[in-house]
């Protein structure tokens, strides 16, 4: 908790970002996801001009403390988030066999446990659109076995703000 004092500017008290912050939550992450985009931004495997700088002073077991405290927090409901429905979209449920775009529930719902795989149910819809358009454009190359890459490759604009605004929404 010390040390994430230095983060809550950005990522909220306890993990939770204020509505309107282009920052993600990471309260409720699986701490082996947090863990490893904290290095990530460390090596540069993940480009970040804000995170690369903080990450970079953090040592290993700063990286899995930080990701421990996260892990325990609870994500907080932002005024003016509950109660929007959205329809779950084909994409989140199915994906587009024929395109060769796998079903987004199969990694990311909160009742699969997979490693280093974040929960993005309510993160903020303008920060889902950026990372979608950043690993489609290859600006975000990350992802282990280029898991995340497959999966937008061949998504429209309008499918990408159609599952941010849907994943935004939970
Ligand atoms: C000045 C604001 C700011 C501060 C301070 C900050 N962050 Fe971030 N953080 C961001 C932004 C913005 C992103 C999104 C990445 C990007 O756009 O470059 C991010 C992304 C992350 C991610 C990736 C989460 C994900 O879902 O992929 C983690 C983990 C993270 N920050 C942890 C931390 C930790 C731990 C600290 C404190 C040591 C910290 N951040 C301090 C702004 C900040
Ligand atoms: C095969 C599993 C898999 C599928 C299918 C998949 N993802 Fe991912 N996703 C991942 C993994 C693993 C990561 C973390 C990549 C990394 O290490 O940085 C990720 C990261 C993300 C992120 C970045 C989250 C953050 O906090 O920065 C978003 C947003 C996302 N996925 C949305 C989607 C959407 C929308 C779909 C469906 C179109 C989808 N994913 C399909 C495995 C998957």
Do not use: W
């Not at 490893?36 to 995170?51: C, E, I, N, T, Y």
């Not at 280093?116 to 920060?127: E, K, R, S």
């Amino acid at each position: 908790a010390t040390l994430a004092l230095q983060c809550s500017m950005c990522h909220g008290a306890r993990g939770t970002a204020s509505a309107g912050t282009n920052a993600p939550h990471l309260a409720g992450q699986p701490p082996s996801s947090t863990y490893k985009q904290l290095r990530d931004f460390k090596s540069g495997h993940r480009p970040s001009a804000v995170m690369q700088p903080l990450a970079t002073n953090l040592s290993d077991q700063d990286m899995r403390d930080l990701a421990a405290f996260y892990s325990q927090q609870q994500r907080e409901t932002l005024v003016g988030h509950a109660g929007i429905q959205v329809e779950v979209p084909r994409i989140v449920s199915n994906g587009s066999p024929m395109r060769n775009v796998g079903a987004c529930a199969t990694c990311h719902s909160p009742g699969v446990a997979r490693v280093a795989t974040p929960i993005i149910d309510g993160l903020p819809a303008a920060y889902i659109v950026d990372q979608l358009n950043a690993f489609k454009s290859g600006r975000r190359a990350n992802d282990i076995n280029q898991q995340m890459r497959n999966a937008v490759h061949g998504l429209t604009d309008q499918e990408i703000e159609v599952v941010a605004k849907y994943y935004a929404s939970r």
